[in-house]
């Protein structure tokens, strides 16, 4: 799943663009997973704000002195497409289209009986169950212009786009890799330091999703100068967690929302699996234990190591996730 933008088959770098920070790491191996480089770069205040790039020109300086940084250039790239972009919709195909003229079915049905609240839109989808008389399926789409935009200023900087994925996708893309056992209906809770993404899954199909825009003040935190993280707020310490008050209620809610208006009480969210670069991640996970009644787990693969044998930072699972993705 993701939506493809050229074919390409060399050395491919992941990277990861959020409103507050951009990361890339390329991968050595697969299986066993095995990191060859990475890295990471803040963005100042205001850059990109909700996945939306703001300035352009200053964007693009800064996504250039990356690439010359991390020598990158003229290499092929996936990257991720901002949550706040992306619409998950379930939509019904009647059983008579082949699954090879599915795609075409839904290009004719935008607008007409599928409503997307964007033009021109890019879309991938996943194939769920066969119902009785229809085709049931996951539609993942995004609005082109923005999307593109994207693309576009990657190339400016000499860096070749191949396709474009799926934040929820990537993450989960890591946890099966590291769990495939694991068979229960899971919410993926993505705590970053600027907002929040919810992704149920179940069977490993993603069937909702919600994205949560936390007003924070990025000028108030200061970097540790030992690591160069975000870690020390100039600030009072409730500031950070209010916001998090109506992520729980929304995490509830969206958890109620599966167990009792999808599946009438017989399917239910089974555990919570948390990761994000929140600096006070562990701490926002046990005030959200306290609101919770089912298991909370924050991601951890301590397997996985750097080229110099040390653990990977979990703010770069996203970027792991994304270079598991097998079809470009």
């Known amino acids: ?8 088959k060399k050395k491919i770098i992941n990277l990861t663009i959020k409103d507050h920070i951009i990361r890339f790491v390329e991968l050595k191996q697969k299986n066993p997973l095995a990191i060859a480089r990475y890295g990471e770069r803040y963005l100042p205040k205001g850059i990109i ?3 939306r790039i703001q300035d352009p020109e200053i964007f693009t300086a800064i996504l250039e002195e990356c690439a010359e940084d991390w020598k990158i250039a003229k290499r092929q790239v996936r990257f991720i497409v901002p949550e706040s972009l992306i619409m998950l919709k379930k939509i019904a195909v009647p059983n008579d289209i082949q699954e090879d003229e599915i795609e075409g079915y839904i290009f004719m049905e935008i607008g007409s ?7 021109n839109p890019i879309f991938d989808y996943a194939l769920l169950p066969q119902q009785k008389n229809e085709q049931e399926l996951l539609l993942f789409a995004g609005p082109e212009e923005v999307i593109q935009e ?3 200023l990657l190339e400016e900087v000499k860096l070749q786009p191949i396709s ?5 996708l990537g993450l989960y893309r890591l946890y099966h ?12 809770v993505q705590i970053d330091l600027l907002s929040v993404n919810l992704c149920i899954f179940q069977a490993h199909k993603p069937v909702v999703a919600r994205h949560l825009l936390m007003d924070v003040d990025l000028d108030k935190w200061e970097k540790d100068p030992n690591n160069h993280k975000l870690d020390t707020y100039q600030g009072d310490k409730e500031e950070v967690f209010f916001p998090f008050r109506d992520v729980f209620l929304e995490i509830d809610r969206v958890r109620n929302f599966y167990n009792y208006s999808l599946n009438y ?3 239910l969210v089974n555990k919570i699996v948390v990761n994000g670069d929140h600096p006070w991640l562990a701490e926002v996970c046990r005030n959200l234990a306290q609101q919770i009644d089912i298991p909370i787990e924050i991601m951890n693969c301590p397997s996985i190591v750097t080229n110099t044998g040390d653990p990977v930072d979990p703010g770069f699972y ?3 996730g994304l270079g598991l993705k097998e079809v470009d």
Do not use: K
């Open 1 to 8: 799943m993701g939506f493809p933008l050229t074919i390409g």
């Open 49 to 51: 704000h909700d996945g």
């Open 113 to 119: 009986s599928i409503h997307l609240p964007f033009e």
């Open 150 to 152: 994207y693309a576009e």
């Open 164 to 168: 474009a994925d799926i934040s929820s």
């Open 177 to 188: 890799q590291q769990r495939p056992d694991d068979r229960d209906n899971i919410m993926l």
């Open 265 to 267: 009480g017989n399917r």
């Open 318 to 320: 996203l970027n792991i």
